[in-house]
């Protein structure tokens, strides 16, 4: 299953590092580990490594188009769920199976999508009118 937080979480480091940082995601993460019933820490731990990466090459992500993007995206993904997966290994838990490697595909497969739904608000109408003056 992919995880959409980590997903949104990438997405506003990368298009609002300043206002969605390390902070918020190590936040989130420990909000993903009491909703989950994980290991407390965990989903903190890697959402942090994920957003400091994600923070780290937001400048030049954003020069790319969307599918390059995709493919950059990618490796932050697997880091993030292999992190976790460390951490619940180390912490006596069995391994889940090889599928969890289908996560992070899907995780930036969705990224172009999470794009243009993220983006739209701030999108302009194409014929604006009194009813839309912007």
């Known amino acids: 299953m992919p995880d959409l937080l980590a ?6 480091n990368v298009h609002q590092p300043r206002r969605v940082g390390i902070g918020v995601a190590f936040v989130l993460g420990l909000a993903m580990d009491v909703h989950a ?5 965990q989903h903190a731990l890697a959402y942090t490594l994920l957003s400091y990466f994600a923070i780290t090459i937001h400048r ?15 490796p932050l993904f697997v880091a993030a769920h292999v992190v976790t997966l460390v951490v619940r290994l180390a912490a006596g838990d069995e391994f889940p199976g090889w599928p969890w490697l289908l996560a992070p595909v899907f995780e930036a497969l969705l990224w172009p999508m999470v794009t243009f739904l993220l983006l739209a608000p701030q999108r302009r109408a194409p014929d604006p009118d009194e009813n839309r003056p912007l």
């Open 60 to 74: 030049r992500l954003l020069w790319f188009g969307v599918g390059s993007q995709m493919v950059q995206v990618l």
């Open 7 to 12: 997903l949104v979480l990438v997405f506003w």
């Open 37 to 41: 019933g994980s290991l407390l820490g």
